[in-house]
């Protein structure tokens, strides 16, 4: 039995030491991960026999537990933030970025209010302007720093949903939705997955969402939005998307948007990873327009290769903003007069101070840096297809405008492509050279590629290409033999 009212010992120095420690099994992890295999070594049963066991009863000393911890999940690790994962949008995480999440950690400030961390305040109004001058959104808007781009879809929404109805005369903050005028919702038939789960949890349904086709290449058809906004009026919420999740394609926003508003709605962009394109001046043909939007949201932890969690809500309509998200309550000291209230413009109350690795990853790039890293991360996508197309048994589905490419395998003697291709991505993720996830496009089985870290080079894509179509080689030698 333990003694009641007894506390861990205050050790700085051990403390200290663990810390030292817990920075060389990370230095490890980042010192191998180049060369490591992707995808993790260990079975599911294997990570449940080291990680699980009945919770001790009495505690084990601070670096016993963490040096058994590391030892126990290494070989469940996803080698994710490497050069070679082109899984899903997964950025890495830029070093500065990195050390800078450690003293968020350390620091343990509450990026509640002014009063609980000052220091988190200003620097969350300090990202904001940059982040507005960076993607050319006006300089008056509001920024949020969310989890990540499902929750800056569902701030950005919820302030919409506070503005259309609010024109209607209804206060939803007040009175909720019972009885309230119907919201008509527009979106792409393209529409990321987790725009619509925002739309679910804002009670908006994900059923009634007008959904508008799009092209070949995932793009919403102005002429089909135009058709489908005839017959409607306010309150209306238009949702368009820069930068689709397989094809990389942007919604023509200079067309859209104008129709949208002409019937006056508020019009969302889902720029998950996109909205990062309009960095690039190459690619204002298809960024032009995302700034007559009225909110936009966005990853770090995608392509500013910032850790996990870190997700950007932008709102041209400050009062909106705050009206669907301030928190009040007595104890809650108020920022006095013109400073921040970070809670002021996010779903959560108590959070971690998210901002300080964003800062420390803004800087370290500047604004050349990071323009480069965007450009060097599409210039791959489009290597990668190159040296992939020159292969018989390849085919690219999309055009490679951003860091997206898709890919389809040929079965050597024809029949069924979807599951040729399916087995192939497969056989190319256990390989494990490379990890790239499978997906449908058009009723098609894919390969997505995503080119979003700032560690990977030429080298690892070319790696990468000779690897996907040596095990194309190989499951086509045996399919010819079979
Ligand atoms: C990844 C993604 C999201 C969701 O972002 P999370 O950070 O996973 O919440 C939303 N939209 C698009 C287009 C995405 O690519």
Known sequence: MSEMGKRPEIDPEGALRLLDETAKTAGEWLAALPERDVVASATTEELREALGGALNEEGEPASDV???????????????????????????????????????????????LFVSSPAASVAEEVVSSWLLDLLGLPADSSVGLVTGCQMANFTCLAAARHEVLRKAGWDVEADGLCGAPRITVVAGEEAHATLLVALRMLGLGERNVFAIPADEQGRMIPSALKEALENVSEPLIVCLQAGNVNSGAFDPCAELVPLAKAKGAWVHVDGAFGLWGALLPELAAHTEGI????????????????????????????????ASMTLKAPYYIAAPGAVRDPSQWVPESSRRARVFPLYCAL????????????????????????????????????????????????????????????????????????????????????????????????????????????????????????
């Open 66 to 112: 963490v040096r058994n911890f590391a030892r126990a999940a290494e070989r469940g690790l996803v080698a994710s933030p490497g050069p070679r994962y082109f899984g899903f949008v997964t950025g890495g995480a830029l070093p500065a970025s990195l050390a800078a999440d450690w003293l968020a950690s350390a620091w343990d400030q509450n990026a509640v």
């Open 291 to 322: 700034g007559l939007a009225d909110s936009w949201a966005t990853d770090a932890h995608k392509w500013l290769n910032v850790p996990y969690d870190s997700g950007i809500a932008i709102v041209r309509n400050e009062a909106a903003h705050r």
């Open 363 to 482: 800087r370290s790039l500047g604004k050349n840096g990071l323009r480069e890293m965007i450009a060097r991360n599409c210039a791959q996508a489009r290597l990668m297809a190159s040296l992939l197309a020159e292969d018989p048994g390849i085919r690219i589905l999309n055009d490679v405008v951003l860091n997206q490419a898709l890919v389809r395998f040929i079965p050597p003697r024809g029949g069924d492509a979807d599951a040729f291709t399916r087995l192939v991505a497969s056989k190319v993720q256990e390989e494990g050279t490379c990890w790239a996830g499978g997906s449908v496009w058009k009723g098609m089985a894919a390969m997505r590629i995503s080119v979003s870290n700032w560690s990977t080079t030429d080298t690892d894509i070319r790696r990468s290409a000779a690897a996907i179509r040596g095990v194309l080689a190989g499951v086509s030698q045996f399919a010819e033999s079979e």
